[in-house]
T-cell receptor
């Protein structure tokens, strides 16, 4: 079955620690995205990538970093510079990030908690 | 800038009741409009979409019509079920050089009771 997988489901971060969230897709999609979801605030875009080895900042990129070395993978690192990292993180992908009505497909999410 | 406003929840209905979740938008261009649904502990799934004015998106008994004159995309269902309990997100996308970026509303929680 094609889809998007995110791991782990829950992740705990200690103060000053960097943590990496995994996102893998086997949909053969060119475009991938990371969103952050906080209660009562909807989803906000962190980073997105339309092609391998290229990515752009979204609306709330500070304290986060990404890489896109393979088409299938788009890992997100939450750095120690992100002072309020507790949130639900959602990865998504779409065919090419160009078409007007293009659907984004979402993974099941990773919940990050700070110890 | 672009923004989406949804009615606040939670919305609590009895099974078989009629559902309306209001969504209005502000956009600098001509957006495509989407409704996504999130079941507890899961990611989002596309429910329906419309890409131009007067288009009606529909799926699983839900429908929404793109109203450019009122900048609205209200979600409706004639008879809700307990299994429809979820959070519903309205979203828009403006075609720019920056890719397929979605702007989401804050979500409306729907609770359906027997």
């Amino acid at each position: 079955d094609g889809g998007i997988t995110q791991s782990p489901k829950y992740l705990f971060r200690k103060e000053g620690q960097n943590v990496t969230l995994s996102c893998e897709q086997n949909l053969n999609h060119d475009a991938m995205y990371w969103y952050r979801q906080d209660p009562g605030q909807g989803l906000r875009l962190i980073y997105y990538s339309q092609i391998v080895n290229d990515f752009q900042k979204g609306d709330i990129a500070e304290g986060y970093s990404v890489s896109r070395e393979k088409k299938e993978s788009f890992p997100l690192t939450v750095t120690s510079a992100q002072k309020n990292p507790t949130a639900f993180y959602l990865c998504a992908s779409s065919i090419n990030g160009i078409d007007r009505g293009e659907t984004q497909y979402f993974g099941p999410g990773t919940r990050l908690l700070v110890l | 800038g672009n923004s989406v406003t949804q009615m606040e929840g939670p919305v609590t209905l009895s099974e078989e009741a009629f559902l309306t979740i209001n969504c209005t938008y502000t956009a600098t261009g001509y957006p495509s409009l989407f409704w996504y649904v999130q079941y507890p502990g899961e990611g989002l799934q596309l429910l329906l979409k419309a890409t131009k004015a007067d288009d009606k998106g529909s799926n699983k008994g839900f429908e929404a019509t793109y109203r450019k004159e009122t900048t609205s995309f209200h979600l409706e269902k004639g008879s809700v079920q307990v299994s429809d309990s979820a959070v519903y997100f309205c979203a828009l996308r403006i075609l720019t050089g920056g890719g397929n970026k979605l702007t989401f509303g804050t979500g409306t929680q729907l609770k359906v009771e027997l």
